[in-house]
């Protein structure tokens, strides 16, 4: 059982370039998460999805989009990297808050995503 | 507002050393804690939920505990392999989760 898998797992973009990280769980969770850590910040939410076809805004948005499409995928973009954009990026999965009571949310090992 | 504040930064102990591991938090109505594992360059391991205070929780060398106000990660007799950071996480509303700065724990055999 594969679980949470990220890919790209580093890259490195020039100020103003797009890309998309791609986040694909095969544990058929409702919900999936894109968080951002940064050092002394802990893990912060960018965006979230409780759900094919839906995405809500978390702490962090500002500089990026989410899509949905399919229920085991789920999609962070960065339409112009900035440098503070520069960061390692999470995605994670969990059943729906109505689910097992004990389900905790399940983490991929990240993207290492630098801007110049 | 929601939040949650891990102390120590960073802790070092000698092998066998014990020590405790603390996750203050302020929300309204607590939803879940959940203590996780992080190793470096992946990502966040679960290793306990805790749900009402008083409630405890053992996995191995580990012991989580809660109380109305903060919740305590006990290590006993660590190892070398224990070494990590230790995240602590508060549920929201909608499963959301809000997570505390992390403990660095390096164990020196």
């Known amino acids: 059982n594969a679980g949470v898998t990220q890919t790209p797992k580093f890259r490195v973009l020039k100020t103003g370039q797009s890309m998309t990280l791609l986040c694909a769980q095969d544990?058929?969770?409702?919900?999936m998460y894109w968080y951002r850590q940064d050092p002394g910040m802990g893990l912060r939410l960018i965006h979230y999805s409780v759900g094919e076809g839906t995405t809500a805004k978390g702490e962090v948005p500002d500089g990026y989009n989410v899509s949905r499409l399919k229920k085991q995928n789920f999609l962070l973009g960065l339409e112009s990297a900035a440098p503070s954009q520069t960061s390692v990026y999470f995605c994670a999965s969990s059943y729906s808050y109505g689910g097992p009571k004990n389900q905790p949310q399940h983490f991929g090992d990240g993207t290492r995503l630098s801007i110049l | 507002e929601d939040q949650v504040t891990q102390s120590p930064e960073a802790l070092r102990l000698q092998e066998g050393e014990s020590s405790s591991l603390n996750c203050s938090y302020t929300v309204s109505g607590l939803r879940g804690l959940f203590w996780y594992r992080q190793d470096p360059g992946k990502g966040p391991e679960f290793l306990f939920t805790l749900y009402s205070a008083g409630e405890e929780k053992e996995k191995e060398r580990l012991k989580a505990t809660l109380t109305k106000k903060e919740s305590f990660l006990h290590i006993t007799a660590p190892k070398p392999e224990d070494s990590a950071t230790y995240l602590c996480?508060?549920?929201?509303?909608?499963?959301?989760?809000?997570f505390g700065g992390g403990t660095r724990l390096m164990v020196k055999p």
């Open positions: 544990m058929n969770h409702e919900y």
């Open positions: 996480a508060v549920r929201m509303a909608g499963n959301m989760l809000t």
